[in-house]
């Protein structure tokens, strides 16, 4: 089907929004805090429609948001192709919220839970319960256990069971979440076991690298953290690096020695500062 302004139509133009139905796709729909795919849709190798976000207003029917680039009908067979940079960013993402939330229930306690997510191809967000503020070094053992999680680079797993053998299994599920008489379990060995239907990488090393970007207060007894893995940290980490090269320039000093010439710097500036108070002082009582 082709939905144009919430109208069924049988064919549209092209420079037309549409929402496009397929019979079958491989496009995940935006659910349980992961964004939708994006893509194209071709015909005869030739893009005919570019997928901008993918949606699910009622459960089981993909709804596929498309600008179109020539017309098409209805009835049309299409080649439906993912953006694989995109789906597998968020793939990274995703897995990446799985293992940060195991890593906040070893080093915060058992009581965390999560409150929300979002997963996008460019950061994570995770919201859990937590009564205080993380301490720097709290964050920086949650980075730590998550990165080592990766680096042993641990199967992925998804099995479909039903709901009941799946939460006596240890899997985790969602306060408030509604759940089918069958659910999909994401494992990660014996770290992280959750009934989640998003996509996953094949294996943790595949995320490359965690980062925590932010931490803070959402409301009572609910904390936001904010994280990127991926290219994403590698982006971040050049900048970082960037950053570094051009102080050290500006100082005329070597990377190591970067820290040593900032506090000599800073305290020649309190010497300079507290000489000119004494002149101020000393010019000021030669009016008198």
């Known amino acids: 089907a082709i939905v144009v302004d919430n109208a069924q139509v049988d064919s549209v133009a092209a ?19 992961q964004v939708g795919d994006q ?47 995109t789906r597998d960013s968020t793939r990274r993402n995703h897995t990446a919220t799985h293992l940060l ?44 256990i998550v990165n080592r999680e990766i680096l042993v680079n641990t199967p992925v797993v998804t099995d479909v069971m039903d709901i009941n053998n799946a939460v006596q299994t240890g899997a985790m599920a969602l306060f ?16 992280s076991k959750e009934l989640c239907g998003g996509t996953h990488v094949r294996r943790t090393g595949d995320i490359g690298v965690f980062k925590i970007t932010s931490e803070g207060s959402v409301s009572a007894g609910v904390r936001r953290l904010e994280a990127i893995t991926g290219f994403g940290a590698y982006e971040q980490l050049k900048e970082s690096q ?19 010439s900032v506090e000599r710097l800073i305290a020649d500036n309190r010497d300079k500062e507290r ?14």
């Open 242 to 260: 960037d950053r570094v090269h051009s102080l050290a320039a500006m100082l005329k000093s070597s990377e190591p020695d970067l820290v040593e």
């Open 176 to 191: 408030g979440e509604k759940y089918g008489d069958k659910v999909r379990v994401v494992q990660v060995g014996d770290f």
């Open 15 to 33: 420079g037309t929004k549409a929402e496009i139905i397929l019979d079958r796709t491989p496009f995940y729909a935006e659910s349980g805090g």
């Open 275 to 288: 000489e000119i108070e004494r002149l101020k002082s000393k010019i000021a009582q030669a009016g008198t």
């Open 39 to 85: 893509g194209v849709l071709l015909v005869g190798g030739e893009p005919v429609a570019r997928i901008l976000d993918t949606q699910a207003p009622v459960k089981g029917l993909n709804v596929h948001k498309a600008e179109i680039l020539r017309d098409i009908k209805v009835g049309e067979q299409v080649e439906a192709r993912v953006n694989d940079d």
């Open 101 to 144: 939330h195991a890593a906040l229930r070893q080093v915060l306690g058992k009581h965390v839970k999560q409150a929300g997510s979002i997963v996008s191809p460019d950061r994570l967000r995770f919201d859990v319960t937590h009564y205080a503020q993380m301490d720097q070094s709290e964050i920086e053992e949650i980075e730590r």
